[in-house]
C-alpha cells in the first residue's frame, strides 16, 4: 500500500475544462511536492510546499494553481490547459529538516496521474 | 546548479546477467545525497538505493549495488543476477540539505528472458 495516493489515476479534459488532481500522503511529512513526467524529458519540478507554505514555483504557467490546505493534501487545479500539459503528474512527499524526524533527504511518490488534453 | 547526467537512455540484459547504469552529477556542495529510483511500467517510483556522500562505503540493497566516486562525481547503479522484474525506467538523482531532487533524464532497462 502506497503512503502517498493520488486521484484520479487518468483524466483526459478539454481544453476549456476545468478539473483538479489531488494528492495525499499518510506519512507524516512535512513536504510535498508536484512534478511533471513528459515522455523523453526529465522530471520537472513544479511546486515545493513546506509546512503548506509554497516555497518553490518553478515558473509554472499559470493555467496550473496547487493549493496546499494541510500538510497531508495538496492539490493541482487545472484550467485552460494546451495539449502540451498532457503528461504524468506526479505527486511526492518528504521530511525535510526542521522538525523531529530524521531527514532522509529520500522522497515518496505517488503513482501518478496521467493527464490528456484534447 | 547542480546537474545529473545519464548518457545512456537505454539499456538491455539478458536475464541473470549484471548490468551498470551510469549516472555523472556536477555540485559545489560537500555534503549531499545521491539516489537511484526505479520506476517500472505503469507503477509508482520507489527508491532503489541512496548513497550519503561523507561515506565512503559503497551502499549496497541486496542485488543492487553502487560504485560512488567522490572525486569523479560518479555514482553508477550495478544490478546482480538481473531479474524480469527489474524492468524500468531508473532515475539518478542528487539531494543538499532542504533543496528538492534534481533528477537526471532516466535510463530505461528492459531485462530479457
Known amino acids: 500500500e502506497t503512503g502517498v495516493t493520488q486521484t484520479p489515476r487518468h483524466l483526459v479534459m478539454g481544453m476549456t475544462n476545468k478539473k483538479s488532481l489531488k494528492c495525499e500522503q499518510h506519512?507524516?511529512?512535512?513536504?510535498m511536492y508536484w512534478y511533471k513526467q513528459s515522455a523523453k524529458k526529465p522530471l520537472e519540478l513544479m511546486f515545493v510546499?513546506?509546512?503548506?507554505?509554497?516555497?518553490e514555483n518553478n515558473s509554472v504557467p499559470s493555467r496550473f494553481s496547487p493549493e496546499c490546505p494541510n500538510s497531508s493534501h495538496l492539490f493541482l487545479h487545472l484550467h485552460t490547459l494546451q495539449p502540451e500539459d498532457s503528461a504524468l503528474y506526479l505527486c511526492?512527499?518528504?521530511?525535510?529538516?526542521?522538525?523531529?524526524?530524521?531527514?532522509?533527504?529520500?522522497?515518496?511518490f505517488g503513482e501518478g496521474s496521467r493527464l490528456t488534453v484534447l | 546548479a547542480q546537474t545529473v547526467t545519464q548518457s545512456q537512455p537505454e539499456m538491455s540484459v539478458q536475464e541473470a546477467e549484471t548490468v551498470t547504469l551510469s549516472c555523472t552529477y556536477d555540485?559545489?556542495?560537500?555534503?549531499?545525497?545521491l539516489f537511484w529510483y526505479k520506476q517500472p511500467p505503469s507503477r509508482q517510483m520507489i527508491l532503489v538505493i541512496r548513497?550519503?556522500?561523507?561515506?565512503?562505503q559503497n551502499a549496497t540493497e541486496n542485488r543492487f549495488s553502487v560504485n560512488f566516486q567522490k572525486a569523479a562525481k560518479s555514482f553508477s547503479l550495478k544490478i546482480s543476477d538481473s531479474q524480469l522484474g527489474d524492468t524500468a525506467m531508473y532515475f539518478c538523482?542528487?539531494?543538499?540539505?532542504?533543496?528538492?531532487?534534481?533528477f537526471g533524464k532516466g535510463t530505461r532497462l528492459s531485462v530479457i528472458a
Open positions: 506519512l507524516g511529512h512535512n513536504a
Open positions: 555540485t559545489s556542495e560537500s555534503n549531499y545525497y
Open positions: 511526492a512527499s518528504s521530511q525535510r529538516t526542521g522538525s523531529t524526524k530524521p531527514n532522509t533527504g529520500e522522497l515518496f
Open positions: 510546499y513546506n509546512f503548506k507554505e509554497q516555497t
Open positions: 538523482a542528487f539531494g543538499s540539505g532542504n533543496t528538492p531532487l534534481v
Open positions: 548513497q550519503e556522500a561523507y561515506k565512503q
